[in-house]
């Protein structure tokens, strides 16, 4: 497994030689890809007048960021919730610990939180004696298998029905070895009857965010399986952990973002639960409610190139898209978020120097740009962080030696000229069948494709000839 | 030392360099079509099980018919503090329901949009209900249905904000194991929604 983005060159063949993974990559078209345009061709509005509207809604909530978070910290507070803040995610993960010991806690249920993932919250706790449990089917079956997510919206991605069934097999020991689970729905049940436990005995619940409302002071999960609701509201003490950029203007304004995130995340008109969270409860629901607002590299971003990633509401349609993150999967990337908008984001919270490099997984295709519900530039993003691996001497050297041996011949126009001439007729002898299988420099990239050989004259030459 | 609260907001503050308009509201346009008919048409392609009834009288009927569809006991769950309804010979339970039962709720809201109910959650209106059944039916009176989510906000938000407002649209469901759909997650494996027309 990838533990670094630094690692991605390598991580990458191997995730390309994955069989198994292959087949679920493939799933990303013909399920994400195909629902979410099904989606689009139902929805009953205009979906770019929507898109626009996202957008400008995210952008109002960023560059509003402090004025918003004081009112949805008033608002929370007033209805006797606490809001809590962290730096970073050292400070986030005391904050949790503190909040589970002031409650008593110990067993823990959690929903399906990326801020959790991106803070190590889980290991944090078991060392500080704690049982965090999963509850998101997908997440609780990487929780078992110590792996971390391939895909922001479905963490399992990467596994088949048998991995899964061989890993219920090894951690439930206490059923019978002989149980038949060679159904998906086998294994829904199986996980529903043991979780449904597990949320019983729970102390505390952690669910994570889509939206904050700073008017009314709300945290809204969007799930399809009700175990963020679950974690909510049967144990005593709820802690919501999110990002600081969650936050949206009122429920109006998430309103119009819910219509974007289920269409472009899963191809749903509305997930199977929205739900609104607002404080703590005097009967059924839970006693004490938290908030804990993450920044963890976020309001760095604020008035940067990268500030436009800050817009982003976590939906997987960019990595959905990608020939990238198709072809190699979320492991690869070695970091929380994968795919355009890890590339995107990962730089700017990791630092140049860890993450930057992710920014040339990309060929720039733009598709993640053009499935952006929220208008991402996702590709002018990665260009930015680019060029700010290559000012920062950190790009690769053959990389670096590369693109200063085109700088110096394309700064001499003339010198251009007679070498481009001279290499498309070598290039032309070279490939007498029409195509080149090979040449001495760029190995990696012959080894996977043929060059179509040159016709013998350049393109300048062509067009001063017309 | 500054707290991280004052240390975030005030890199927010610094760094800042624009401002932006608050945007104008884009709602799509409300189904043309009968709301309930809307409504009836994407709870169905959600899995829900969609009844239309002529007047409440007809609640214990339904009732019992979906419990022996599924082959679940003659017996239903409804909330401690919820009005009691007429459940005709079935055995009433005021206790929550566990993973496999059966509860009947009433939904304040139902939204044409998408399917969607809506639940503010109250003391006759336990929010955890919608989560523990196994099968949870659900009665819905057709003056009830609005055309968006936008509608039951304003509604909701009149009346004075719950611990918690929550949007069910069908059964529980997850794709989490091969992108392939499958019912009854956590939530109630089945959905049933009896709109009373009176």
Redesign the interface.
Same mark, same amino acid.
């Given at each position: 497994m990838n533990q670094s983005p630094r690692d991605f060159p390598a991580a990458s063949k191997a995730a390309l030689a994955d069989e198994s993974l292959k087949t679920?990559l493939g799933?990303l078209k013909t399920?994400?890809g195909a629902n979410r345009a099904l989606a689009i061709e139902r /929805?009953?509005?205009?979906w770019e %007048? @929507?898109r626009?509207?996202g957008r400008?809604?995210r +952008? *109002?909530a960023l560059?509003?960021? +402090?004025t918003l978070?004081?009112q949805f910290e008033r608002a929370v507070t007033a $209805?006797g919730g606490h809001v809590h803040? %962290?730096?970073d995610a050292k400070?986030a993960r005391e904050v949790v610990l503190g909040i589970l010991k002031d409650a008593g806690a110990k067993t823990v249920t959690k929903g399906k939180s990326m801020v959790s993932e991106e803070i190590a919250l889980n290991p944090f706790l078991e060392a500080n004696g704690m049982i965090p449990v999963e509850?998101? @089917?997908?997440e609780y079956?990487i929780q078992l298998r110590k792996e971390p997510p391939s895909h922001i919206i %479905?963490? =399992? *991605?990467h596994?088949?029905?048998e991995q899964?069934a061989q890993t219920f097999r090894a951690a439930h020991t206490t059923l019978d070895a002989a149980r038949n689970l060679d159904e998906?729905?086998a294994?829904?049940?199986e =996980? $529903?009857?043991l979780? #449904?436990a597990q949320?019983e005995a729970a102390d505390a619940g952690i669910t994570g965010a889509n939206f904050l409302t700073a008017e009314?002071g %709300?945290a809204i999960i969007v799930t !399809?399986?009700? !175990?963020g +609701?679950?974690t #909510?509201?049967?144990p005593k003490t709820h802690i919501v952990l999110t990002g600081?950029e969650k936050v949206c =203007?009122d @429920? !109006?304004?998430a =309103?119009?973002l819910?219509?974007l995130l289920t269409r472009s995340a899963?191809g749903?008109?509305?997930?199977?639960?929205?739900?609104?969270?607002?404080?703590?409860?005097d009967?059924?629901?839970p006693k004490n /409610?938290h908030v804990v607002?993450v +920044?963890n590299g976020r309001?760095?971003l604020?008035?940067?190139e990268a500030e436009e990633v800050l817009r982003c509401i976590r939906c997987s349609a960019c990595l959905n898209h990608c020939p990238i993150y198709g072809a190699v999967g979320g492991h690869a990337y070695g970091a929380t978020y994968p795919g355009p908008i890890g590339a995107a984001l990962n730089p700017g919270m990791l630092g140049v120097a860890n993450a930057a490099h992710l920014a040339n997984a990309s060929t720039f295709c733009g598709r993640c740009a053009e499935v952006c519900p929220v208008k991402i530039p996702l590709p002018a993003i990665m260009r930015h962080w680019r060029a700010r691996e290559h000012a920062s001497g950190l790009a690769p050297k053959s990389f670096v030696a590369g693109l200063g041996l085109w700088a110096f011949f394309a700064k001499r126009p003339a010198l251009y000229r007679t070498a481009t001439g001279i290499a498309a007729r070598v290039l032309k002898v070279i490939g007498r069948k029409g195509h080149i299988a090979a040449l001495p420099l760029p190995r990696g990239w012959f080894a996977v494709r043929d060059l179509p050989a040159p016709q013998g004259r350049t393109f300048h030459e062509m067009w001063k000839a017309r | 030392m500054m707290s991280a609260r004052e240390d975030i907001l005030n890199a927010i503050r610094a760094q800042r360099v624009r401002s932006t308009e608050r945007p104008k509201s884009y709602i799509p346009p409300a189904p043309a079509a009968d709301p309930v008919a809307a409504f009836a048409e994407h709870a169905t392609a959600v899995n829900a099980d969609v009844r239309i009834l002529n007047d409440a009288g007809e609640i214990p009927a339904a009732v019992a018919d979906l419990l022996r569809g599924k082959n679940i006991p003659a017996e239903i769950h409804i909330a401690l503090d919820a009005p009691t309804m007429d459940v005709g010979p079935l055995a009433l339970k005021r206790t929550p329901p566990g993973p496999d039962d059966a509860a009947l709720t009433t939904a304040p809201f139902g939204i044409a949009e998408t399917g969607t109910l809506a639940y503010p959650a109250s003391a006759q209106n336990p929010a955890s209900w919608h989560f523990r059944p196994g099968f949870e039916i659900v009665v819905l009176k057709a003056s009830d249905i609005v055309a968006n989510m936008e509608t039951v906000i304003a509604r909701v938000k009149a009346k004075g904000l719950p611990h918690t407002l929550n949007f069910v649209t069908g059964p529980s469901r997850t794709g989490d194991i091969e992108q392939t759909l499958e019912l009854g997650a956590h939530g109630p494996k089945a959905l049933a929604i009896l709109i009373v027309r009176e």
């Open positions: 679920a799933r399920h994400f /929805f009953g509005g205009d %007048a @929507l626009e509207q400008a809604t +952008d *109002f560059t509003h960021l +402090d978070l004081e $209805r803040w %962290a730096r400070e509850t998101d @089917l997908g079956i %479905a963490p =399992a *991605f596994l088949h029905k899964v998906r729905q294994l829904v049940s =996980a $529903r009857q979780l #449904r949320f009314e %709300a !399809n399986e009700g !175990n +609701d679950l #909510r509201l049967l600081i =203007a @429920l !109006n304004d =309103a119009v819910l219509r899963t749903q008109d509305i997930s199977s639960y929205v739900s609104v969270m607002l404080g703590p409860s009967g059924d629901g /409610f607002l +920044d309001s760095r604020i008035g940067g | -």
